[in-house]
């Protein structure tokens, strides 16, 4: 189980991180995600860090290289579920998730990557069950 | 991370299982998901699986309380993301998922949940971005 899940729904892909990620589990979401993007033309990327109950630099500079690349293939990458607690350590600590975008919830999520990326992503909901919209 | 995170997208709660389960993380999986359901009025359950390798006789029988304690507070469970192995062995072993319904995956599940509950879960994806709709 040293792989997370990358769930497709509509035109957004969601991860829910929920193991301790180390080296080699973060390099292989970031494979993971990059190639989804890729195959599904996805507009957006919601990462779920409800599970997390802590975001070191670790987590943070993975948050970010993955909010990086995902831009690169043309997707917004926003990061859901931050517990109090993180937000309070992050801010702290002194760490800014550099590029990332956060909302309080998935579906929170789903609304900011609507309007930011209207074009693309604005019938998200309706494209949920036309998966053959995405491959023109 | 003993919790197993619930998120709610529309009138959908969706579960990923990724960590091991125990009897602990089991129970507290039940606990937290009627809660919601309650919270929530959730019309559906999605329950992906792809980060299982396995699924024996204690996760099968988690996932047909789950269905079952989910149906009573009327909303239905679908299980996701089943992999070709684990579908192999669940047939091989003569384990059936009493009262749990499976789809490909999370679009698949969703599609089906607006199938069959379409009184509530028809309008499954405009609702996804109007949390008020679900309080009356």
Redesign the interface.
Known sequence: ?D???V????EIL?V?I???MDDHTALQLQDDLTERIVDTQAAGVII?I????IVDSFIGRMLSTIASVSRVLDAETVVV?MRPAVAITLVELGLSLHGVRTAL???RG??LL?RTAPARAGS???E??H?EALTP
């Open positions: 189980m792989r997370v899940p769930l497709k729904i509509g969601l829910s929920q193991v301790d779920d409800t599970a997390l109950d579920g919830n998935v579906e789903m609304e609507a998200l909901s309706e949920a069950d998966d």
